[in-house]
C-alpha cells in the first residue's frame, strides 16, 4: 500500500510525530491533493491543546491536523468535472455540501453541514497528500499570478480577514480602522483594509508584530502592554481625534480584546469579531450593553468565508493588490510542525508559518 509522511496527533497535548501512513482513498466525489504549502494556523494548536470542547469539538484521534492547504491536483474521483489532475488549488478550510439552504445562497462558509479539514479524517494538512470532500466545490482553482504559498496562507487567517474587512464589518476608503491582535488574522486584516483604503491603526503587545503591522499597511501602531481599554481608547483618540475609530476589528477574540477593539469605537461605529475565544472566557464574555445601545454600536461576528466569494478575493491577489505571500514569516519542513506548535501559547511565531518541505 502506498503511504505518505503525515504529523500525527496520537494524543492531545502530547507532542506530535511525523508518521508514514497510507495515501487517503478517495470517493467518487473527491480528490486527493499533493501538498505543496501547508500553513500553520493557531486554531491548529487550539485543537490539538484540546480547546472547544466547550463548543462541541470532538476530535477524532489518531488524526493529522492543518487547514490551509496550497497544492496540485494528484487523483480525480469518478464523479468529480470542474477539476483534472496538475490543476492548481486552494483549499479553504471550511468543506461545504453545497445543498443546504445556506449553499443555495452562496453563504457555504455557514453550510448546515460544514466540516472541518482537520477534523475530516485523511484531509489535515501536515502530510503530503490530502483527501478533499465534494472536491469541484471545496477545492478553488488558483489563477495563473497566484502561488500555492498565496494559496496556503488564503486557506483560512487571510481568507477570514477578507470576510471581516470587506463584507461583515464593510470598510470604506477614508474610514478609520482599528486592528487588536496583530497575529496572522490581524496582519491579514491590515493589509486588507490597508489595500480599501482605511487609515489602520495597529494595536499588539509585542514589538515586533507592530513592526509587522506598518510592513503590512497600518498607519500607526499601539503598544497595549498594562494598558486597560480606557486607556487605548485614549491612545487612539490622540492619534485620530475624539471621535474614535468607524471600524475595530478584534483579531484575537476573548474579553480583553474584545472589550479594547470596542471601546476605540466612534458612536455608530462596527465591530466585527474575527477570533474565538480560550480556556480563558470558554466561550463567554461579557459587554457593556447600555453603552452599545447609547453609542448605537454594532457588533457582528464572522465565519471563514463563502466559496462564492474567491473569485474576487482570488482576482485582487492575482493583479497583486492583496498580497497574502508577503505576511509569511518563516518555510519549514513537516518535521519541524512539532516545535512551531511550543512556540504558540507564547506568542513568538509571528505571521504566516508555512510548511513547504515534505520531505
Ligand atoms: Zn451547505
Ligand atoms: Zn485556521
Not at 122 to 151: H, M, W
Not at 258 to 279: D, I, M
Request: a negative charge; charged letters at 20%; one cysteine or more.
Amino acid at each position: 500500500m502506498a503511504t505518505m509522511r503525515a504529523v500525527q496527533v496520537e494524543q492531545l497535548r502530547k507532542p506530535m510525530e511525523v508518521r508514514e501512513i497510507p495515501i487517503p482513498e478517495i470517493g467518487d466525489e473527491d480528490v486527493l491533493v499533493r501538498i505543496t504549502a501547508s500553513g500553520i494556523c493557531r486554531t491548529d494548536w487550539h485543537v490539538w491543546n484540546g480547546d472547544w470542547t466547550w463548543a462541541g469539538l470532538n476530535l477524532p484521534i489518531p488524526i493529522t491536523l492543518g487547514h490551509e492547504i496550497g497544492g496540485v491536483v494528484e487523483r480525480i474521483g469518478s464523479g468529480v468535472t470542474r477539476l483534472k489532475p496538475g490543476m492548481r488549488v486552494c483549499v479553504p478550510f471550511n468543506y461545504a455540501d453545497g445543498d443546504c439552504p445556506y449553499c443555495r445562497n452562496g453563504m457555504q462558509n455557514l453550510c448546515d453541514n460544514a466540516a472541518w479539514g482537520f477534523t475530516t479524517p485523511g484531509s489535515g494538512g501536515f502530510a503530503q497528500y490530502a483527501r478533499v470532500p465534494n472536491a469541484d466545490l471545496n477545492c478553488i482553482e488558483l489563477p495563473e499570478n497566484v502561488t500555492e504559498k498565496d494559496a496556503a496562507a488564503l486557506g483560512c487567517r487571510y481568507m477570514t480577514s477578507y470576510r471581516a474587512v470587506r463584507s461583515r464589518a464593510r470598510v470604506q476608503a477614508g474610514e478609520i480602522v482599528v486592528v487588536v491582535g496583530a497575529g496572522g488574522v490581524g496582519l491579514s486584516a491590515v493589509q486588507i483594509a490597508a489595500a480599501t483604503g482605511g487609515l489602520v491603526i495597529a494595536i499588539d503587545t509585542k514589538e515586533s508584530a507592530l513592526r509587522s503591522a506598518e510592513r503590512a499597511g497600518a498607519r500607526h501602531v499601539i503598544n497595549s502592554a498594562g494598558l486597560s481599554p480606557e486607556d487605548l481608547r485614549e491612545s487612539v483618540t490622540k492619534i485620530v481625534g475624539s471621535k474614535g475609530a468607524e471600524v475595530a476589528i478584534d483579531a484575537m477574540g476573548g474579553q480583553n480584546t474584545t472589550l479594547t477593539a470596542l471601546h476605540t469605537l466612534a458612536k455608530g461605529g462596527r465591530l466585527c469579531v474575527a477570533g474565538l475565544t480560550t480556556q480563558d472566557d470558554q466561550g463567554q464574555i461579557q459587554i457593556p450593553i447600555d453603552q452599545m445601545v447609547f453609542n448605537e454600536w454594532s457588533l457582528v461576528g464572522t465565519l471563514g468565508n463563502p466559496h462564492s466569494q474567491y473569485p474576487d478575493l482570488l482576482r485582487l491577489v492575482d493583479s497583486g493588490t492583496l498580497q497574502p505571500s508577503k505576511l509569511i514569516s518563516e518555510e519549514i519542513s513537516l518535521s519541524d510542525v512539532q516545535s512551531v506548535f511550543d512556540r504558540i501559547p507564547s506568542f513568538e511565531t509571528e505571521g504566516f508559518v508555512v510548511v513547504t518541505d515534505f520531505q
